[in-house]
């Protein structure tokens, strides 16, 4: 009888060190299945602080031209400059001088926020035909911004 006891506790060790075995085995490849995810979420991370990057440094310099115009400083990322972009859009569509510069881009920030004591986004600048400045409107206010839009048609 002893011996029956014996070997049923030495069966009983032997399935325990095989269990914890397996849940050792389980739970290494868990841990290898989530790192695998980190990696691949980190990776996708810093594709996607490239491209961001990427389109950052490649935007366009846009260089002013000093005639009858308005100039409309804005940043993609404004949300009230897109509020009213598209308006400002169409009014150039139909013939208005609009000259758009985004100062998202690092050339048109650093030499236009200083020439024009630029504070805030959106901003109309209404030029006269020698390219100096008349008047500005600072704000999203469409009919405020539609005014200087009308003058810069009136003296075509």
């Not at 940043?75 to 758009?100: H, P, R, S």
């Not at 690092?106 to 390219?131: A, M, Q, W």
Request: positive net charge; proline residues 1%; charged residues 30%.
């Amino acid at each position: 009888m002893f011996r029956k006891n014996r070997s049923v506790i030495l069966q009983n060790d032997q399935t325990q060190k095989i269990d914890k075995r397996i849940n050792h085995q389980r739970l290494i490849k868990r841990l290898a299945v989530i790192a695998s995810l980190f990696f691949v979420l980190l990776i996708g991370y810093g594709a996607v602080i490239h491209h961001v990057n990427s389109v950052e440094n490649n935007r366009q310099a846009v260089f002013i031209k000093k005639k009858p115009s308005v100039i409309f400083f804005y940043k993609d990322d404004c949300k009230y400059c897109n509020k009213i972009f598209i308006n400002v859009l169409a009014e150039k569509e139909t013939g208005a001088n609009i000259q758009l510069v985004n100062l998202n881009s690092k050339y048109n920030r650093e030499r236009y926020k200083g020439e024009y004591l630029l504070e805030k986004v959106p901003t109309f600048v209404l030029l006269d035909k020698n390219g100096k400045e008349i008047e500005r409107y600072a704000g999203s206010n469409m009919s405020k911004a539609q005014k200087l839009i009308d003058k810069a048609k009136d003296m075509k």
